[in-house]
């Protein structure tokens, strides 16, 4: 076995060059981060979901104001077609005592 001197590590060859002594020696490790960490710019598909739901939300909201809209309309249409028709009858003489019989 060979003698270990200083210019050599303990597998007898240079520390420099010794590919086992500086994968195993010592390193400092890096602090921790403190606090929140940074956002990422590449958060897209977060925020494309989110897009993306408000969006169909947004056309669900849209379709029932559109539904209450027309069926208000719907409503107003039937009143109309009632009162022309009372209208109508009124004017042909379909009312109590409207025209003698004979």
Do not use: D, Y
């Not at 990422?40 to 947004?58: C, E, F, Q, Y």
């Not at 849209?62 to 209450?68: F, P, Q, R, S, T």
């Not at 107003?76 to 019989?101: F, H």
């Amino acid at each position: 076995m060979e003698v270990v001197t200083s210019t050599t590590c303990p597998h007898g060859l240079s520390p420099k060059t010794c590919q086992i002594c500086r994968v195993l020696e010592p390193t400092a490790v890096p602090a921790a981060r403190s606090g929140r960490s940074a956002r990422r710019s590449g958060g897209l598909p977060g925020n494309l979901a989110v897009v993306a739901i408000v969006a169909v939300v947004g056309f669900v909201a849209l379709g029932w104001l559109l539904a209450a809209f027309f069926a208000v309309l719907r409503i107003l249409e039937l009143v109309a077609v009632a009162a022309v028709a009372g209208w109508v009858g009124w004017k042909l003489g379909v009312r109590q005592g409207g025209r003698p019989r004979g």
